[in-house]
């Protein structure tokens, strides 16, 4: 700082910057200049660069190439507001440019966030004096006010220089002309997880204008347009809330529709479709017995929203859900007009609350995959595990199929190798997707300490999640389950299951509810993999794998012994013989096989 005239600041570095406070301003004259340009993330306390009343604020530009900016202090300014950054001055306020790379289109992915430094952000206020950014405001992409610019290095390719570039684009207009708070039963879910896992999200529940601002962005950057389901009962009545990028309430309460008829019906179609003899005979009357309560299902939690769905082609439902439906495969909900699964008109997936889950979007097709599983059989603190035959081949998917996928690096780590040590994320082996083939078990009655993972040679509780640092910068974006068991029905059991992404501090869990072996496993799995290597999103790529065993586009070839998975290229999985001998000839078609599978926590 100085009295008539603020000194230049210039940092340049190869790696990262990290200050405290920097302060270029003038008592009397004109702010300096600051500019901070590392190639990886830039840290700092706050910048001052005001003018004095005669005057004009320095310019500030802060550019992290291929990371982020944290500014995580502040300082009260000429104009009595609580900055981060000021170049406010008596003559004018000099120009700020923030520049990361965590925009939409391309790894690293996050927002940047006014209010917020925790990842890419400032913990208050952004200002020029005439313009200002004022927390809590969040800018996926590029974002310009007056002399203020935060920009992202997601550039086209075909960007001249010296041209202002095409970027995504600004999805911060409001979706809502009044806003107001999400539905009562939001707050209340919430808490249901909050209670049972004692821990809080520590996050403001989001309102209306958040929530329809964020199925917005996601429809901008996916081509996806997702719409959010709230089921719920009032005073013992059905009642389902429908949001979407509109940013308005729909309300339908079907007409004599009752929490014990909902709850009845839903028992009778879990226990239908998880009747493993019912899937593999064809005596009518018997191997269809789950279409009458999967139709009345869909009658009651999908029909009535229809016309609101087709009339703004809504593609992906996001299903929040009660007590006692939390671990539902809405997959196989039928449309018995249409003849169709849910899955043929949507994808699906499951939320605990909004509150509890990341809406923001992440391109998943450079993640490393960490896999690891256990294949043989084992008793670990007096449970016995029965063998996963497929385990050793699940494990291999990610990395032997045809076109391999994308992601640079990973590791698999099988049997006496997986290990709690290895499932614990590092920076230098920052996985994006963990992959475990292995048993889990949510219980009944049971507290998270004793709702479990298991490895190859201990137990994982829901309570030991939280330490393997899954949630570190750069969060995990998927983590694949492929055997677990819930006790579907089971309030506390349903917890567990539901609240793996929110505990596990990961974005999304691909969980099985039953263990289907791999009969079921494999096709899925490879079919999803090689959806997510297309640049699908996580629900459609999970939806496009369902269908293709429900078409029987993906098959076991006992002749070959091996797997044929579906698409032009008709990859091939060779198979062990001991797997084809018990398993293959399975009837992979039927939803015993594909719908237990559920994406739970953000579909994108």
């Known amino acids: 700082s100085g009295v008539t005239q603020g000194g230049t600041i210039t940092v340049e570095a190869e790696t990262q910057i990290t200050a405290g406070e920097i302060n270029s301003s003038a008592q009397i004259g004109n702010g300096g200049n600051v500019s901070l340009d590392p190639t990886g993330d830039v840290e700092f306390d706050s910048i001052d660069a005001q003018g004095g009343p005669n005057g004009e604020g320095g310019d500030v530009f802060v550019e992290s190439t291929n990371g982020f900016i944290r500014v995580t202090d502040s300082f009260i300014d000429q104009n009595e507001i609580n900055a981060s950054i000021s170049t406010a001055g008596g003559e004018g306020g000099g120009?700020?440019?923030?520049?990361?790379?965590?925009?939409?289109?391309?790894?690293?992915?996050?927002?940047?966030?006014?209010?917020?430094?925790?990842?890419?952000?400032?913990?208050?206020?952004?200002?020029?004096?005439?313009?200002?950014?004022?927390?809590?405001?969040?800018?996926?992409?590029?974002?310009?006010?007056?002399?203020?610019?935060?920009?992202?290095?997601?550039?086209?390719?075909?960007?001249?220089?010296?041209?202002?570039?095409?970027?995504?684009?600004?999805?911060?207009?409001?979706?809502?002309?009044i806003d107001v708070a999400l539905p009562e039963v939001e707050d209340g879910y919430r808490e249901d997880f909050e209670e049972y896992l004692g821990r809080s999200s520590n996050k403001p529940t989001p309102t209306l204008v958040d929530t329809c601002d964020a199925l917005g962005r996601i429809a901008a950057l996916t081509g996806v347009k997702p719409a959010v389901i709230y089921v719920a009962f009032d005073n013992n009545q059905l009642q389902l809330i429908l949001i979407t990028e509109k940013g308005e309430y729909i309300g339908k309460s079907p007409q004599d529709v009752t929490s014990d008829k909902v709850k009845e019906k839903v028992q009778e179609f879990t226990n239908a479709i998880g009747d493993n003899n019912r899937a593999e005979v064809d005596i009518p009357g018997y191997s269809d017995t789950y279409k009458s309560p999967a139709t009345q299902l869909y009658n009651w939690l999908v029909k009535p929203l229809e016309q609101e769905l087709d009339e703004q082609n809504i593609d992906n439902l996001i299903f929040i859900m009660p007590p006692k439906l939390r671990s539902l495969p809405v997959a196989?909900?039928?449309?018995?007009?249409?003849?169709?699964?849910?899955?043929?008109?949507?994808?699906?997936?499951?939320?605990?609350?909004?509150?509890?889950?990341d809406l923001r979007y992440t391109n998943i097709i450079d993640a490393q995959v960490q896999a690891m599983g256990a294949s043989k059989d084992r008793t670990i603190e007096g449970e016995y595990l029965s063998r996963l035959p497929a385990a050793k081949i699940e494990v291999s998917i990610p990395f032997s199929l045809s076109n391999a996928w994308q992601g640079e690096g990973g590791d698999t780590f099988l049997n006496e190798n997986f290990i709690q040590r290895h499932l614990i994320r590092r920076g230098d082996r920052p996985f994006g997707i963990i992959h475990l083939a292995t048993h889990a078990k949510f219980?009944?009655?049971?507290?998270?300490?004793?709702?479990?993972?298991?490895?190859?040679?201990?137990?994982?509780?829901?309570?030991?999640?939280?330490?393997?640092?899954?949630?570190?910068?750069?969060?995990?974006?998927?983590?694949?389950?492929?055997?677990?068991?819930?006790a579907v029905g089971d309030e506390q059991a349903e917890l567990g299951f539901a609240a793996l992404a929110f505990q596990s501090e990961v974005k999304s869990v691909l969980a099985s509810l039953r263990e289907v072996h791999g009969v079921g496993t494999l096709p899925l799995m490879a079919e999803f993999y090689n959806n997510l290597k297309q640049g699908q999103i996580k629900a459609e790529a999970l939806r496009q794998a369902q269908i293709a065993m429900l078409e029987g586009k993906v098959y076991f070839d006992q002749d070959k012994n091996k797997l044929i998975l579906s698409g032009e290229q008709k990859g091939e999985i060779e198979l062990p013989k001991d797997f084809s001998e018990n398993y293959t000839g399975k009837n992979i078609t039927d939803p015993y096989y594909w719908a237990h599978f559920i994406l739970v926590g953000s579909p994108w």
């Open 95 to 177: 120009s700020i440019t923030l520049r990361h790379a965590g925009g939409p289109l391309r790894e690293p992915i996050a927002p940047f966030e006014v209010g917020n430094s925790t990842t890419n952000g400032t913990a208050a206020a952004i200002t020029s004096g005439e313009f200002t950014i004022s927390p809590e405001r969040t800018f996926p992409g590029s974002h310009t006010e007056g002399n203020i610019a935060i920009e992202t290095d997601d550039l086209p390719e075909d960007t001249i220089p010296g041209e202002k570039p095409v970027l995504p684009p600004d999805l911060n207009n409001k979706c809502a002309p």
């Open 332 to 357: 196989a909900f039928y449309d018995g007009e249409k003849e169709k699964f849910l899955i043929e008109k949507y994808s699906v997936g499951l939320m605990p609350s909004l509150s509890l889950t």
């Open 443 to 486: 219980e009944a009655g049971k507290e998270p300490e004793e709702q479990f993972i298991f490895l190859s040679d201990q137990p994982l509780s829901l309570d030991d999640l939280p330490e393997l640092r899954w949630g570190d910068s750069p969060a995990v974006k998927l983590l694949i389950l492929s055997a677990c068991e819930t």
